[in-house]
C-alpha cells in the first residue's frame, strides 16, 4: 500500500517521505507533530494528499480504542481484586415499652362542663312613697356589702307624719261618735221599756172600761178617751222601737267607717315607714342612683342588690350527658358538682347541688341548661356573679370494668396486650372518658399487661420488652443466686405488686435496690411455703 502511494505521487512531491512523515507522528504520539504534518499534508496537492490525511485519522481513532481498552482492563482488574464485604448479621427488633396492668373495678369518671356564676337572688329596690332624698347609708356604692335591715336611703317625712297625725285623728272622732252613739241607743231602749209598761197599763185600763160600757156604767166618752191613751202610748213604743234601729244602723256605719279610718292610719304609718328604704337581706350593691336632694318617685330603681351567700352556677350538659345521667339510679337533680375557679394562677374549688334543670332546652348551645347552688363561697377567695368557672361532675358508675391510659388505645377501639414478649392485639369497648384514662367495659382481663407507649409500627406478634424486666432478672440473679429462673411472668409481677400492696406504676417507681430486695423477699417467702 506504502508502494502505491509513493508511486501516485504529483508535482514532483514523494509519497514515500509523506509515509515516513507519518510514521513519525505515530511513533512520537505529539499532537503538535500531527498538526503539524497534517498543515504541510493540506497544503500538498493531489491524491498524496488524501491519502496521509485519511492514514491520519485512523491512527488517532486506533490510539484512543487503545487508551480505552487499557483503561477498561485496568478498572475491571481494580473491582475484581477489591476484598469482599463482610455481611452485618440481622437482628430482630425489639422494642422497650411501658404496660400498665389492667384491674378490675367500678369507676365513675368525671366530665367537665363549663359555665358562669350568677346571683341566685337579685332585686332591685324602689321606693314605695315620693319625696326627696335627706340621707344615704355611707355604704351605699357599687360592689359594697350591706347588712340586713340597715337604712339605704331616707326620704323627707315631713308630709307623711302629717297624713299620719290627720288618720288618727279621724280614727280617734269616728271612735268618740261610736260611743256616743251607743250611748243614745242605751237610753232609746230605756224609754223603749217606760213606754211598753205605760202601754200595757193603758191596754189594762181600756179592757175594764169595755167591761163598764157593756154593763153600761161608764159613758162612750170615758170608753173613746181611754182609747186614744192606748192608742198614743202605742205609738210610743213604736217610736222608740225605730229610733232604736235607726241608731243601731247609724252604729253599724260608723264601726264601717271605723275599720276605713284604721286602714287609712295604717296606710299613713306604712308610708311613714317607707320613707326608710332598707336592706331585705345582706347582700352586694350591683347599682346605686341615690343623691341626697334627689326627687325620686316609687318607679325609680333606688339600689340593686345580690344575696352576697346565695350563688348559682349554670353550665351546659350535652343531651348525652344529660340522657345519660337523669336516667341513672341516681338521677340528676341532688348531684354534688364541684365549681372551680382559678384566680391569681390558683384552682378553688367549690362544693355545690345541683338544684334544677332549665326551663327550656338551650338549642344554640347545643344541650341542656343545668343550675347548680353552691353550699358554700366562702372558700379561699369570696365568689361573685359573673365568674367563668369549670364545673367537675361526677359520671355514672360503670361497673366491673377497667381504667387504661388513652395512650393504649388505637383506633378507638383496639389495644395491645403483652403475651411473652410479642404484642396481641384485642378489640375493646370504650364506655367513657375521664381525662387521660379511658374506661374499658370489654376486651380485657384482670392482669393483662396492657401496652401504653405509642409504636408507629405496632403490630399482632411484634417483639417487645417490658422497661424494667432486666433489671428485675438481674436483681433476682444477683440476690439470690439459687433461684434464678429467668425472668418473671406477668403473673409474678401482679402477685408482688399485690403482695405489697402496691400499684404496678408504683413498683417500677421504687429505687433499683429497693425493688430487688421486694421481689428476692417474695421469692423466698414463696420458696419457704413450698
Excluded at 264601726?255 to 317607707?274: C, F, G, M, P
Excluded at 346565695?310 to 350535652?318: M, V
Excluded at 367495659?441 to 411484634?462: F, K, M, P, Y
Aim: glycine share 6%; aromatic share 6%.
Amino acid at each position: 500500500m506504502l508502494d502505491k502511494v509513493s508511486d501516485t505521487s504529483s508535482d514532483g512531491i514523494d509519497g514515500r517521505e509523506l509515509v515516513t512523515k507519518s510514521d513519525a507522528v505515530v511513533s512520537e504520539y505529539s499532537t503538535e507533530n500531527v498538526r503539524t504534518v497534517a498543515s504541510e499534508a493540506r497544503n500538498s496537492r493531489g491524491i498524496g494528499y488524501y491519502t496521509g490525511k485519511t492514514l491520519l485519522a485512523i491512527l488517532q481513532a486506533i490510539l484512543m480504542i487503545a487508551i480505552l481498552a487499557g483503561s477498561y482492563f485496568m478498572a475491571k482488574r481494580m473491582i475484581d481484586g477489591k476484598p469482599e464485604a463482610k455481611k452485618r448479621p440481622a437482628f430482630k427488633t425489639v422494642y422497650t415499652v411501658k404496660t400498665v396492668t389492667a384491674k378490675q373495678s367500678d369507676n365513675q369518671p368525671k366530665f367537665i362542663s363549663y359555665g358562669q356564676t350568677v346571683a341566685a337572688r337579685t332585686v332591685e329596690l324602689r321606693p314605695l312613697v315620693s319625696g326627696e332624698i335627706v340621707k344615704i347609708n355611707p355604704n351605699l356604692r357599687g360592689g359594697a356589702a350591706v347588712e340586713k335591715g340597715s337604712a339605704l336611703v331616707e326620704i323627707n317625712d315631713f308630709d307623711y307624719k302629717g297624713a299620719l297625725s290627720e288618720a288618727q285623728s279621724n280614727l280617734a272622732e269616728a271612735k268618740a261618735r261610736i260611743v256616743e252613739n251607743e250611748a243614745q241607743i242605751s237610753l232609746e231602749r230605756s224609754k223603749l221599756v217606760a213606754a211598753e209598761e205605760q202601754l200595757e197599763f193603758a191596754q189594762t185600763d181600756l179592757a175594764r172600761a169595755e167591761k163598764l160600757a157593756k154593763q153600761r156604767t161608764m159613758t162612750l166618752q170615758q170608753m173613746e178617751a181611754r182609747k186614744l191613751v192606748e192608742s198614743q202610748r202605742r205609738q210610743t213604743v213604736s217610736l222608740s222601737i225605730d229610733t232604736i234601729k235607726v241608731q243601731e244602723a247609724r252604729l253599724e256605719q260608723l264601726k264601717a267607717t271605723i275599720e276605713r279610718l284604721d286602714w287609712k292610719v295604717a296606710q299613713a304609718q306604712r308610708n311613714l315607714d317607707s320613707t326608710v328604704l332598707v336592706a331585705p337581706f345582706s347582700g352586694i350593691v350591683q347599682t346605686s342612683t341615690a343623691e341626697i336632694g334627689r326627687a325620686i318617685t316609687a318607679n325609680d330603681v333606688v339600689v340593686s342588690l345580690y344575696e352576697v351567700d346565695s350563688l348559682e352556677a349554670r353550665f351546659t350538659l350535652t343531651d348525652s350527658q344529660y340522657g345519660r345521667l337523669q336516667t341513672s339510679s341516681a338521677g340528676l337533680i341532688g348531684r354534688m358538682v364541684d365549681v372551680g375557679w382559678t384566680v391569681g394562677g390558683i384552682r378553688y374549688v367549690y362544693p355545690a347541688r345541683i338544684d334544677r334543670v332549665s326551663a327550656q332546652i338551650e338549642a344554640n348551645r347545643g344541650g341542656v341548661e343545668v343550675i347548680a347552688k353552691l353550699e358554700n363561697v366562702e372558700l379561699g377567695v369570696k365568689l361573685r356573679p359573673g365568674a367563668f368557672v369549670e364545673v367537675s361532675v361526677p359520671d355514672t358508675v360503670f361497673a366491673n370494668t377497667f381504667m387504661v391510659p388513652d395512650t393504649a388505645i388505637y383506633d378507638n377501639d383496639t389495644l395491645y396486650k403483652v403475651v411473652d414478649g410479642k404484642l396481641q392485639s384485642a378489640k375493646v369497648s370504650i364506655v367513657a372518658f375521664e381525662g387521660e384514662q379511658a374506661i374499658v367495659a370489654s376486651g380485657l382481663s384482670d392482669g393483662d399487661q396492657v401496652l401504653t407507649t405509642r409504636i408507629t409500627e405496632v403490630s399482632n406478634g411484634l417483639s417487645v420488652r417490658i422497661e424494667g424486666e432486666d433489671e428485675l432478672e438481674k436483681t433476682e440473679e444477683t440476690l439470690n443466686p439459687s433461684a434464678r429462673s429467668g425472668r418473671p411472668s406477668s403473673e409474678e409481677v401482679v402477685k408482688i405488686v399485690e403482695a405489697n400492696n402496691l400499684t404496678l406504676q408504683e413498683f417500677r417507681a421504687i429505687d433499683v435496690p429497693e425493688r430487688r430486695k421486694l421481689v428476692a423477699k417474695w421469692r423466698q417467702q414463696n420458696t419457704d411455703k413450698e
